[in-house]
């Protein structure tokens, strides 16, 4: 069974930086695109950033493009999300899913599995 965990959520100003894990287990991680998502409350899920099972391409949301990067050590399993100048608006849960059917690397249908989430809070 395929476990996806994220980690290092948690409440910082507007303007920090946070880095963000995603720790992978049950299938062989690095065959898959790995994406985040985030949900804030009332709001659909929408893409942030994904990256190939090579790590050659990677993919933004234009929210974020210039402040966020999104890289992976498949050695350890795991995809990390870098974010800095961080904004009030970057306020959601944050979730990674693993892209199972190789569909579209920013449409959260094309992903098989999904952690927990972790709440990630910027204040202003």
């Known amino acids: 069974q395929v476990q996806l965990v994220e980690s290092g959520g948690g409440l910082v100003q507007a303007g920090a930086s946070m880095k963000l894990s995603c720790a992978a287990s049950g299938r062989t991680f690095s065959r898959f695109t790995v994406g985040w998502f985030r949900q804030a409350p009332g709001k659909e899920r929408e893409f942030v950033a994904a990256i190939t099972w090579s790590g050659g391409r990677t993919y933004y949301a234009d929210s974020v493009k210039g402040r966020f990067t999104i890289a992976r050590d498949n050695a350890k399993n795991t995809v990390y999300l870098q974010m800095n100048s961080l904004k009030p608006e970057d306020t959601a849960v944050y979730y990674c899913?693993?892209?199972?059917?190789?569909?579209?690397?920013?449409?959260?249908?094309?992903?098989?599995?999904w952690g927990q989430g972790t709440q990630v809070t910027v204040s202003s």
């Open positions: 899913g693993q892209n199972g059917s190789g569909g579209t690397a920013t449409w959260a249908p094309a992903y098989d599995y």
